[in-house]
């Protein structure tokens, strides 16, 4: 017989590779709860077919799945890691916000063949693969996929599909004020439903210790300031590969270049480069805990539109209470010394060395 996730968990702690977390230990009964009972249903079954193939519509009682929140930090992904990788089973791990962006573009081409309703052949193309579906970070912030994930979710849980998921929210705060909230309700009375709903309560927040009596400005930008931000990067993302994070915004679309596990990385150019406004930036802060940038340069009236967005851009972050990493040309109170703006610029400079507190993220 395997082992279980305890004994892995167990193991791993007398090995060094991992520090003993009572909170994090409590909750592996419930994960290998879930293991065992996928692990003994039947493999998820498909007619043969594309994407618009007809699939098997057999209602199917998925194992009740687990919604593990809390804060950044508290080894949810480490959990996950865990979890997914002991199922011996059809499974899938994949960040949510990337599988809607696959969900919008499988519905976009089935509503080309006219089909009456586009998420039942993509819902179900999904259920013919996967017994387990295991999303990193699972938070709403595009309307358009708010008006689809209860119907699509209720197709899967039909077919079987057990979900396992992360997220920095209670289910109650998904897509907290967004529009047309109330048709995306029924969404979290499903997930409710359907899933476990569990907090991670940790004393210890290791994404934190991390950065506990590390650098998180560097000046001036270049090589060994490039090195250093690098050096952080990994240790915050753990070494994993990263991807892009896409936010669509009110039908554009937004991109964060380097995106894992709450944890974003983009220059000042990506950022303020573009024609973002103070909807952008808070959608952006909303989406991440820890946002490093590169290469900050000296601001002046040569480039005064950048310089108004990062103003916006600091405040958004500073006001959501997001971890704030950055190389730039000078210390902040020595970015912006002349020209318009420069007085202005002094709150900046004064939040930007407020940021780089320690506790300064964990201030109410």
């Known amino acids: 017989m395997s082992q279980t996730l305890t004994e892995i968990y167990d193991a791993r702690v007398a090995a060094g590779e991992l520090h003993a977390d009572a909170a994090q230990r409590a909750l592996l009964p419930l994960l290998e709860e879930v293991r065992r009972g996928v692990e003994a249903q039947p493999a998820p079954g498909r007619k043969k077919g594309g994407l618009l193939g007809r699939f098997s519509k057999q209602t199917v009682e998925p194992v009740p799945g687990l919604y593990l929140w809390g804060g950044v930090g ?54 013919g693969s996967v017994r387990l579906l295991c999303f990193d970070e699972m938070q709403i912030t595009d309307i358009a996929d708010a008006m689809i994930v209860g119907r699509l979710f209720e197709i899967l849980f039909e077919r079987g599909v057990t979900v396992v998921t992360t997220s920095n929210r209670v289910p109650t705060d998904l897509y907290k004020n967004g529009l047309n909230r109330q048709l995306f309700l029924p969404f979290i009375d499903i997930l409710t439903e359907r899933l476990q709903v569990r907090e991670i309560i940790s004393e210890t927040d290791y994404r934190q210790n991390r950065l506990e009596g590390a650098q998180v400005y560097f000046t001036p930008a270049g090589r060994d300031a490039h090195r250093a931000m690098n050096q952080l990067w990994d240790e915050l993302t753990g070494h994993d590969e990263a991807s892009r994070l896409v936010l669509t915004i009110k039908k554009r679309e937004v991109v964060i270049p380097h995106f894992h596990n709450g944890v974003g990385r ?9 024609m973002l406004g103070a909807g952008d930036y808070l959608v952006i802060a909303e989406a991440m805990r820890v946002l490093m940038i590169d290469d900050i340069p000296l601001l002046s009236a040569t480039n005064f539109n950048e310089a108004k967005r990062f103003v916006t851009l600091i405040d958004a972050l500073y006001e959501a209470r997001v971890r704030l990493i950055c190389s730039a040309a000078d210390i902040p109170e020595r970015l912006y010394i002349e ?19 320690l506790d300064w993220a964990n201030e109410d």
């Open 74 to 127: 508290r080894g949810k992904s480490m959990l996950m890691d865990l979890f997914c990788g002991a199922v011996d089973a059809p499974k899938r791990r994949v960040h949510f916000h990337e599988f809607m962006q696959e969900v919008q573009a499988k519905l976009h081409e089935a509503r080309k063949s006219n089909v009456r309703d586009a998420i039942v052949p993509v819902a179900e193309e999904v259920a």
């Open 266 to 274: 983009a220059s000042f150019w990506d950022l303020c480069g573009q």
């Open 339 to 357: 020209g318009e703006g420069s007085f202005e610029f002094e709150r900046t400079a004064s939040r930007l060395r407020e940021m780089q507190s």
